[in-house]
T-cell receptor, first 111, second 121 residues
Framework: GEDVEQSLFLSVREGDSSVINCTYT??????LYWYKQEPGAGLQLLTY?????DMKQDQRLTVLLNKKDKHLSLRIADTQTGDSAIYFC???????????FGKGTSLLVTP | GAVVSQHPSRVICKSGTSVKIECRSL??????MFWYRQFPKQSLMLMAT?????????EQGVEKDKFLINHASLTLSTLTVTSAHPEDSSFYIC?????????????????FGPGTRLTVT
């Protein structure tokens, strides 16, 4: 399938902002998602953005989409130790379709 | 939110045996469920789409006779790894799709199970 690329690791200090980046290749992607995976738990949908949007904000989370460059980012403001997890970027070409995932970015938040 | 369970969470089996993994939507019905496979430090790769009451749709390169999928009810899909080999060792994750648009103006949401770690010795 088409590629979704993410950096594998990010470390930030508690209270700082985290920015996780993702690039994708499928120009027909309709929805782009950010999921969080914690040990022993299923993937949790954090937020999504429709491809005709540039930005979406939800409390501490801000998603930016540059459709021209096929670049997606997730900013977590005031990062907490509980935010330590693996974050997956994913895309789908239509609602309800299976998701195409990146490899995940492991976020470590240090006190 | 909706809950999806998987059973077992971990299984170790001998090479040549078969293993069944269950995926259940606990508080909602799911006509469609997806099975993914995840290798260490790799992304989730879609294996197949499971449709209640009909045959599963497999992705290219996934052997349907080796990975048997049965979606006999609206809350249960099973994945059976037949004649397992060490290279089948992986983390298997299912997701169940909600049948109505729960995200206003957004996509049909999928809920993921916690995954099953299969080790074939």
């Amino acid at each position: 399938g088409e590629d979704v690329e993410q950096s594998l690791f990010l470390s930030v200090r508690e209270g700082d902002s985290s920015v996780i980046n993702c690039t994708y290749t499928d120009s027909s992607s309709t929805y782009l998602y950010w999921y969080k995976q914690e040990p022993g738990a299923g993937l949790q949908l954090l937020t999504y953005i429709f491809s005709n949007m540039d930005m979406k904000q939800d409390q501490r989370l801000t998603v930016l989409l540059n459709k021209k460059d096929k670049h997606l980012s997730l900013r977590i403001a005031d990062t907490q130790t509980g935010d330590s997890a693996i974050y997956f970027c994913a895309e789908s070409i239509n609602s309800g379709y299976a998701l195409n995932f990146g490899k995940g970015t492991s976020l470590l938040v240090t006190p | 939110g909706a809950v999806v369970s998987q059973h077992p969470s971990r299984v170790i089996c001998k090479s040549g045996t078969s293993v069944k993994i269950e995926c259940r939507s606990l508080d909602f019905q799911a006509t469609t469920m997806f099975w993914y496979r995840q290798f260490p430090k790799q992304s989730l790769m879609l294996m197949a789409t499971s449709n209640e009451g009909s045959k599963a749709t497999y992705e290219q390169g996934v052997e349907k006779d080796k990975f048997l999928i049965n979606h006999a009810s609206l809350t249960l899909s099973t994945l059976t790894v037949t004649s397992a080999h060490p290279e089948d060792s992986s983390f298997y994750i299912c997701s169940a799709r909600v049948e109505q648009e729960t995200l206003a103006g957004g996509p049909y949401e999928q809920y993921f199970g916690p995954g099953t770690r299969l080790t074939v010795t």
